[in-house]
């Protein structure tokens, strides 16, 4: 179980360093390899009937500090496609109100009143 911490340890310590640069690509990776290391360690806590140790607790409490981080970088990733669709929508809407809604051979009539 020591090694499994231990690999979620590199792989968090890995991407803090990583962060300000980070992708949404690689942090949605973590996220797959982090939860994939915290059900193995589940596994192991509960097919040997223990439980963790006070390093071991400590070690899972320090990786866990890092998460406000992990997650604003998520966030702003987020707010910046959630921007980027917004702008893209506004873009499409504005070019529709110029196209022509009209057949080309029709004739306008307009009333003088």
């Known amino acids: 179980m020591d090694s499994l911490i231990s690999r979620l340890e590199q792989l968090t310590e890995h991407i803090l360093s990583r962060l ?3 992708p949404y690509e690689e942090l949605s990776e973590f996220v797959e390899k982090r939860q994939n290391l915290v059900d193995d360690i589940g596994k192991q806590i509960v ?3 223990q439980s963790l ?4 607790k400590l070690v899972i409490r320090s990786i866990l500090e890092h998460d406000g981080a ?3 970088r998520m966030n702003a990733h987020r ?3 959630q921007d980027g669709l917004q702008r893209r929508n506004l873009a499409k809407a504005q070019r529709s109100a ?3 809604g009209y057949t080309p051979e029709s004739i306008l009539m307009d009333r003088k009143k």
């Open 70 to 72: 992990i997650v604003a």
């Open 53 to 56: 140790t006070e390093p071991q």
């Open 20 to 22: 300000p640069d980070a």
């Open 47 to 49: 097919e040997n009937n």
């Open 79 to 81: 707010l910046e496609a």
């Open 98 to 100: 110029y196209e022509a």
